[in-house]
């Protein structure tokens, strides 16, 4: 049995790609430390944990049911990765702008941060979502597809997680301009595969209206 019969490795890579770049464990260290800093080692440990399975569990859904939920509003998946790629850009300029993370705001203080911002939606933001939702319409009927996409989603959390794990260890490590310099580069990546998604709705639009016509 050849990989590619199990796997689809292509998909694998772009669609785990993304989510790392959307994600962005590095400059997520930041915010972690300051939504959790009342919070013991154990409690920073526990919300790591909470934070990533309440992620994944969003992300999962929406890839299962993202086709239905297209179906059912009469969105075709050329809007969907149009306006994908759109949204990605925005995350992308935020990423290359900068954006606040020294004072975050929790809201209520009885809301665990764990869920509410952190599992949603800092990490399974729109970006993410609209990621996995275009890959699985990539990915089809095809159970290769299929395999890679779920595959990917998960690595991407285990990263995410290892990363909020460790957040006080990587935090001291890298230092305030580190921690800045690889969170520039996740935005000029994601800037990059927000564009190629751009231009490859479009060329399915002007295939689909040549077919058409």
């Known amino acids: 049995m050849s990989i590619a ?17 959307i994600l962005d464990p590095i400059g997520t260290v930041p915010v972690f430390l300051g939504l959790t800093s009342r919070l013991t080692p154990a409690g920073q440990r ?13 992300i999962l859904t929406f890839a299962v049911l993202g086709q239905q939920i297209l179906s059912l509003l009469q969105i075709s998946i050329e809007a969907l990765q149009l ?3 759109f949204l990605l850009f925005l995350v992308a300029m935020e ?10 705001d929790t809201g209520d203080d009885n809301v665990n941060v764990a869920l509410v911002p ?4 800092l990490l399974a933001g729109p970006g993410a979502i609209v990621a996995v939702m275009v890959s699985v319409s990539h990915a089809g009927s095809s159970a290769p597809g299929w395999v890679a996409v779920v595959l990917a989603v998960v690595l991407a959390h285990l990263v995410m997680w290892a990363t909020m794990r460790f957040s006080l260890v990587l935090s001291r ?20 595969i927000a564009t190629q998604l751009v231009m490859g709705a479009i060329f399915d639009f002007i295939s689909s209206a040549h077919i058409l016509g």
């Open 173 to 192: 490590l890298l230092g305030p301009g580190g921690i800045l310099m690889l969170t520039k580069i996740s935005g000029l990546l994601l800037a990059a």
């Open 5 to 21: 019969s199990v796997i689809d490795a292509a998909l694998f890579a772009t669609t785990f790609t993304t989510l790392i770049v």
């Open 118 to 121: 952190l599992g949603t939606p």
């Open 95 to 104: 990423l290359l702008m900068g954006k606040d993370s020294d004072e975050p």
């Open 46 to 58: 526990r919300a790591a944990l909470q934070a990533t399975s309440v992620s994944i569990s969003v």
């Open 83 to 85: 306006s994908g790629g």
